[in-house]
C-alpha cells in the first residue's frame, strides 16, 4: 500500500486484509468489534450473525493462507530468509516455489 504508485487490485480480484486495512475497493478486512479469532467459535460457539460468520470465514482462510506459506518457507529456505532480490524476482521465486512444491507432492 505504500509503494509510489499504489497496489494495483484487479477489478475482479480481493486481497484479504487484517484489521488494520481500512474497507476500500479490493481490500476485505474484518469487521472490528465482532467476534474474530477461530478459538472464539469453538465447541458450540457457533457464529449468530452474518458479520460472525464472515469473520469466521475470513479468519479460517488466513490461517490457511499462514499454513500454506509457513510449509513453503519449511521445504524452501530461500523464502525464510530477508529478500535481497528484486521484487520482481522474489514474485517469480515464490511461484516457482509452488509449482516445485506441487509437483513433488504430484
Given at each position: 500500500m505504500s509503494r509510489p504508485d499504489g497496489i494495483?487490485?484487479?477489478?475482479?480480484?480481493?486481497?484479504?486484509?487484517?484489521?488494520?486495512?481500512?474497507c476500500r475497493s479490493g481490500i476485505l478486512p474484518p469487521?472490528?468489534?465482532?467476534?474474530?479469532h477461530l478459538n472464539e467459535f469453538?465447541?458450540?460457539?457457533?457464529?449468530?450473525?452474518a458479520q460472525e460468520?464472515?469473520?469466521?470465514?475470513h479468519s479460517s482462510l488466513r490461517v490457511t493462507v499462514e499454513m500454506a506459506f509457513g510449509a513453503l518457507k519449511n521445504r524452501f529456505k530461500i523464502l525464510d530468509q530477508k529478500p535481497f532480490h528484486p521484487y520482481s524476482t522474489q514474485v517469480q521465486l515464490v511461484l516457482a516455489c509452488c509449482i516445485l512444491h506441487n509437483w513433488i507432492l504430484q
Open positions: 494495483n487490485i484487479p477489478d475482479d480480484k480481493f486481497y484479504l486484509g487484517d484489521a488494520g486495512y481500512a469487521f472490528r468489534k465482532i467476534r474474530y469453538s465447541g458450540r460457539n457457533y457464529p449468530r450473525t460468520l464472515f469473520n469466521l470465514r
